[in-house]
């Protein structure tokens, strides 16, 4: 595969949303459907993940119970909430919108301007 991408910043809670809007996962595991999802293109960095795990708790986007994991031990499961089904949605819709506007843009050819 090839270099993997930086983030570009805010979108970190929407791949979460996604991440987890495909099924139940604990923390480790979002960070690993990320980069299955991703072809290996993106890497999300334990220390970025976890707060903006809380961070997406409080908001009452996700919310977790206790499970145990592939491996038999303790871990805490996330889950989207109906609230962050339509997060997921209206940040998916402004992600499109903006990528349509900077596609435009690079299109442009200097006698469009």
Partial sequence: MGKQLDLLQGTLDMLILKAVSLGPLHGYGILLRIEQISKDRLAIQ???????????????????????????RRAKYYHLTATGKKQLRLETDNWNR??????DMLRTAPEEV
Avoid at 46 to 72: F, V
Avoid at 98 to 103: S, T, Y
């Fill in 98 to 103: 903006m990528a349509d506007v900077i596609g």
């Fill in 46 to 72: 334990q220390g970025s993940l976890y707060p903006a795990l809380y961070r997406l708790e409080q908001q009452g986007w996700i919310a977790s119970e206790w499970g145990e994991s592939e491996n038999k």
